[in-house]
């Protein structure tokens, strides 16, 4: 009887699994659909447009911040692949700011 609940849970994490790939392949195929660039665009271009909105201080706060190392985790990782493990990546990295991961929630 344990053997059958094991094969069980491990069909249903399986279909859950194939449910949530199925899924994003829709999500990529709407967004391909919408905007061709955005399906293919990449943290560093977000994080460039990012640093050039408010202030000159912000500015280059945001800059700076972005230059941390930390980020290369996902600089060059297009956005709509990025996972709630990657930003968690740069956040165990010591996010932008070192010890501080304030500087990430921009």
């Avoid at 280059?60 to 941390?68: I, L, N, P, V």
């Amino acid at each position: 009887m344990a053997q059958f609940m094991g094969a069980q849970a491990d069909a249903k994490n399986g279909a859950v699994s194939q449910a949530a790939a199925l899924n994003l392949q829709i999500g990529k195929a709407y967004i391909t659909n919408a905007n061709p660039e955005m399906a293919k665009r990449i943290w560093q271009t977000a994080m460039d447009e990012f640093s050039t909105h408010g202030k000159e201080t912000s500015q280059k706060r945001c800059k700076r911040a972005f230059e941390s190392k930390a980020f290369n985790l996902i600089r060059k990782k297009v956005i709509i692949e990025t996972t709630a493990e990657d930003l968690m990546a740069v956040l165990r990295s010591g996010g932008a700011g070192g010890q501080r991961n304030d500087d990430l929630i921009i």
